[in-house]
């Protein structure tokens, strides 16, 4: 089997001497685009997933939305086969039109029944070199994708001094948060496992099954904004970014944080999370939300709990919060230093609930 270049030679020969002059540009256009092609089947005869393509779907994953033309990926075997399928419609949304999925008549529906509708691909046709599609991890892809974008949103924010909506944000505050981003960025970049969970808590809140970004870059706006919010927060509570079972921020020890730039549960608000337990974190930083009221644990003397029940065992209590209401957005348009003020008294008063919890709770 020739090599793809020496494919590519003698077809564009053939073009050149043998097609007509009517047809020739329409064929070479035609032969273009074919090299932009990838199929995706089952091997009837070893029972495997291969590709055929003139170049392998892990390259293109690995550009992304930095391709400098559209690649299309045309599958021939079901989601079901395709242990990354998910993920492989999340790189194509990421990708931002650079990435066409298209399916074969056989599998369409079962596609379509999973993730909406796709573009007809045509019968397998590619004469190509076939290759194990193997596991081209494109979780790790995505969420490489993912960190590029909010980069490049994040300093779009800093040289524009503003954020929308947030709005306007101190030069110094900012000076700050690309500080903490650089910092924050090469962990993530080294870490893989952290750059995932910290990445899909930045998108989502319902975590009750992992719910990474889901590559709809209309949220990008809003992930950003959580960047920016939670890494100001730093300069007045050292956060780290971690892998956590209900948040992605580290800090204080044992403490866990969340912040997030998702905007709903579902069809709900974030505001009908009312309990410290409906969270379960000790920090929420939110930048989609303006409007969340997280009430003292139930179980107290004071609303009527039973006494000898409430001194039995510490419960969680309110979580620190900043999100984006009219005070927090004004306090980023302030001094760095009163930023840094409001953030340690949030903490304070956090830590101050949790030493009257600890003392109730042994008494």
């Given at each position: 089997?020739?090599?793809?270049?020496?494919?590519?030679?003698?077809?564009n020969?053939?073009?050149?001497?043998?097609?007509?002059?009517?047809?020739k540009q329409?064929?070479l256009t035609?032969?273009?685009q074919s090299?932009?092609?990838?199929?995706?089947?089952?091997d009837?005869?070893?029972?495997?997933?291969?590709?055929?393509?003139?170049?392998?779907?892990?390259?293109?994953?690995?550009?992304c939305?930095?391709?400098?033309?559209r690649?299309?990926i045309?599958?021939?075997?079901?989601?079901?086969?395709?242990?990354?399928?998910?993920?492989?419609?999340?790189?194509?949304?990421?990708?931002?039109?650079?990435?066409?999925l298209?399916?074969?008549?056989?599998v369409?529906?079962?596609?379509?029944?999973?993730?909406?509708?796709?573009?007809?691909?045509?019968?397998?046709?590619?004469?190509?070199?076939?290759v194990?599609?193997?596991?081209?991890?494109?979780?790790s892809?995505?969420d490489?994708?993912?960190?590029?974008?909010?980069?490049?949103?994040?300093?779009?924010?800093?040289?524009?001094?503003?954020?929308?909506?947030?709005?306007?944000?101190s030069?110094?505050?900012?000076?700050?948060?690309?500080?903490t981003?650089l910092?924050?960025?090469?962990?993530?970049?080294?870490?893989?496992?952290?750059?995932?969970?910290?990445?899909?808590?930045?998108?989502?809140?319902?975590?009750?099954?992992?719910?990474?970004?889901?590559?709809?870059h209309?949220?990008l706006?809003r992930?950003?904004?959580?960047?920016?919010?939670?890494?100001a927060?730093?300069?007045?509570?050292p956060?780290?970014?971690?892998?956590?079972?209900?948040g992605?921020?580290?800090?204080?020890?044992?403490?866990?944080?969340?912040?997030?730039?998702?905007?709903?549960?579902?069809?709900?608000?974030?505001?009908?999370?009312?309990?410290?337990?409906?969270?379960?974190?000790?920090?929420?930083?939110?930048?989609?939300?303006?409007?969340?009221?997280?009430?003292?644990?139930?179980?107290?003397?004071m609303?009527?709990?039973?006494?000898?029940?409430?001194i039995k065992?510490?419960?969680?209590?309110?979580?620190?919060?900043?999100?984006?209401d009219?005070?927090?957005k004004d306090?980023?348009?302030?001094?760095?230093p009163?930023?840094?003020a409001a953030?340690v008294?949030?903490?304070?008063?956090?830590?101050?609930r949790?030493?009257?919890?600890?003392?109730?709770?042994?008494?």
């Amino acid at each position: 089997m020739l090599d793809d270049a020496t494919y590519d030679l003698f077809e564009n020969l053939k073009i050149a001497r043998l097609a007509s002059t009517t047809s020739k540009q329409q064929l070479l256009t035609a032969a273009e685009q074919s090299r932009r092609v990838i199929e995706v089947a089952l091997d009837p005869a070893a029972h495997i997933v291969i590709e055929r393509g003139c170049r392998r779907v892990s390259d293109i994953a690995d550009e992304c939305e930095r391709l400098p033309e559209r690649y299309t990926i045309d599958l021939h075997v079901g989601p079901a086969v395709l242990p990354d399928s998910a993920d492989l419609v999340r790189l194509a949304r990421c990708s931002a039109g650079r990435i066409e999925l298209r399916t074969g008549a056989d599998v369409r529906a079962a596609w379509e029944s999973s993730f909406g509708p796709f573009s007809a691909a045509p019968a397998p046709s590619s004469i190509r070199s076939v290759v194990d599609y193997g596991d081209p991890n494109l979780k790790s892809y995505v969420d490489a994708a993912l960190l590029r974008l909010l980069d490049e949103k994040l300093q779009e924010a800093i040289s524009s001094g503003a954020a929308t909506p947030i709005g306007a944000i101190s030069p110094a505050i900012l000076s700050h948060v690309q500080s903490t981003w650089l910092d924050w960025k090469a962990k993530l970049e080294t870490h893989p496992k952290v750059r995932h969970d910290f990445l899909r808590w930045l998108a989502n809140v319902d975590q009750q099954v992992a719910r990474p970004w889901d590559g709809d870059h209309a949220s990008l706006q809003r992930m950003t904004n959580a960047l920016i919010m939670t890494a100001a927060a730093h300069a007045g509570e050292p956060l780290d970014p971690c892998s956590a079972a209900t948040g992605n921020l580290g800090f204080a020890t044992s403490a866990v944080g969340l912040g997030t730039g998702c905007e709903a549960i579902g069809s709900e608000s974030l505001s009908v999370r009312t309990m410290p337990d409906d969270w379960d974190v000790d920090a929420l930083i939110l930048s989609a939300a303006s409007d969340v009221v997280v009430d003292d644990p139930l179980g107290t003397i004071m609303d009527g709990g039973d006494p000898a029940d409430s001194i039995k065992t510490a419960r969680r209590v309110r979580p620190a919060i900043i999100q984006a209401d009219r005070k927090w957005k004004d306090r980023l348009r302030g001094p760095l230093p009163d930023w840094k003020a409001a953030v340690v008294r949030e903490f304070a008063s956090w830590r101050q609930r949790q030493d009257d919890e600890a003392k109730r709770a042994s008494e």
